[in-house]
């Protein structure tokens, strides 16, 4: 039985194109820009400014604590004056559940959200936040769970809770509902208003003026909706593109020559693996808790969400109907504002941000069939608005920095001579604010890629990386967020500030860790 369902990317897109009303003829007629918002404060245009990081912070109690509640207080503690946060994704763990939503968002963010002082009373679908909050959906928001396993997750609760120290599945009744509860809690939710009431919101809502085309004005405090999955905003300068990777990590499929069969035995070889050893970690749940064990180093929670992913990746690729369909809209977007971006002389700088990385050294990730296909998308558009821009860039990267979750660590790279318009790109993966840490992968931090000739290339290498570590009681599991500072002149400035939670022997340390100042272009990767 599968835990868990991930909607095909048709269904993702148009599921939440019902939800914006995308292209309705009333936001048409008024000229709307739907994937464009401007902050309403008195803080945007300036060069200096600094914002906060988080991802794959959504669950709820764990081992009687709760790790993303422990990496809040550090960001209160070191993000005063801080502009905005940015969430890389997977917002609630384990099916983007709505019931979920209070435990895994509203308390342990509540200082971030009007009345947070009485967080009971906050609807996970009317949520305005004091500090601007932009988020990507991940994975996990869009995943669902088939009625039968939330039957017996619910029906099974008591015995959950037995198991809770070795086996929290962190499970609601529903599911996300194809990414429902997620759009409900943080888009704007369009689809639900008549044509009259339509127009109202727009009049309310849709006030702002960029470069002549009316957009989401967004009030923190008062309206705080972002107006699409994948969005734009400016900030002192600085161009911010906020993507859907949901819809763009589909893995090729395998080919049928001699070649591709040798590689689908060898991935149904991988799964069944994985399968036997998911089946051992439960086992050994079971007889932890049999033995009334009080060890905290069991990880078996870790380990079996890590090991369905892997198995869901193997399944993407085997698919015998492969989901063929490409977001080709969003593509088209990004290359479009990116170049669009270039041409705009008081843009000093460009940032992505999304869920599934590029360029990551997590023990599970690299080899993916999902992170292959985020590459070769974000390095077909890139190529292609390098093409576009020409000269202009004057040999800076096209991009100053990419933000990602997905891998659950924290994570800074820097991409060499790829070979395609995203070398010399800062990443930073910031996946490691709450949900269960992973290893660095035993190949150590250099990424090498096969090229066309037969040879390998260097393609990135990792310079930090922060997460599980140490074996028995030696184990620290240090939990993190990042604050950004953000220096006038351009090219930018970016200065990263890791901020740790990190418990070891059954204690917390909170730390933040010696700034990071990168390095731009060629020099230094």
Known sequence: MKLIADPAVAVKIAKMQERVCWQHPV?????????????????????????LVIGDSGTGQYRGDSPQRRVMEQLLAHGQGSNFVLHTGDVVYLVGSKEQYFDNFIRP???????????????????????????????????????CVGLIAQATLPIRNLFQRQLDLDLGWHGSNKGDAYAQAFLDYLQRLTTAELRQHIEAHYTADFRGQRCLRYQPGVFTRLPNRYYQFRQGGIDFFALD???????????????????????????????????????????????RSEDDDSDTYTKVEQLDEQILDIDKQLADDPDLRLDIEQLVWLKQRLIESWSTPEVRGRVLFFHHPPYVTEASKWYQGQTLAIRRHLR????????????????????????????HCLEVLKTGDTGHADSHINCVVCGGSGFSLRRQRPEGPDLW??????????????????????????????????????????????????????????QWYHYPLAPIRLSQGVEDT
């Open 380 to 407: 077909q558009v890139l190529d292609q608005v390098q093409q576009a821009v020409g000269e202009q860039t004057a040999g800076r990267p096209l991009v100053d920095l990419i933000l990602n979750g997905h891998a």
């Open 109 to 147: 963010y509540r200082e971030w959200l009007v009345n947070g002082e009485r967080p009971q009373q906050i609807a996970y679908d009317q949520m305005v936040f004091k500090v601007p909050l932009f988020a990507v959906p991940g994975n996990h928001d869009y995943y669902d769970l088939p009625w």
């Open 245 to 291: 990777s949901n819809t763009l990590n589909t893995p090729l499929p395998i080919p049928k020559d001699k070649t591709g069969r040798l590689r689908r035995r060898q991935l149904k070889a991988d799964r069944q693996a994985l399968i036997n050893a998911r089946s051992r970690a439960l086992a050994a749940a079971l007889r932890q808790y049999e033995s």
């Open 449 to 506: 890629e096969l090229v066309d000739s037969g040879s390998e290339r260097c393609v990135a290498r990792s310079q930090l990386f922060i997460s599980r570590h140490g074996q028995g009681s030696q184990k620290h599991r240090p939990y993190s967020g990042l604050r950004i500072d953000v220096q006038a002149g351009t090219p930018p400035k970016f200065i990263l500030r890791p901020l740790i939670a990190e418990r070891f022997q059954r």
């Open 27 to 51: 936001l048409q007629a008024r000229g709307i820009d739907q994937t464009r918002l401007v902050v309403d404060d008195d803080r945007s245009d300036s060069p200096d400014f600094s914002f």
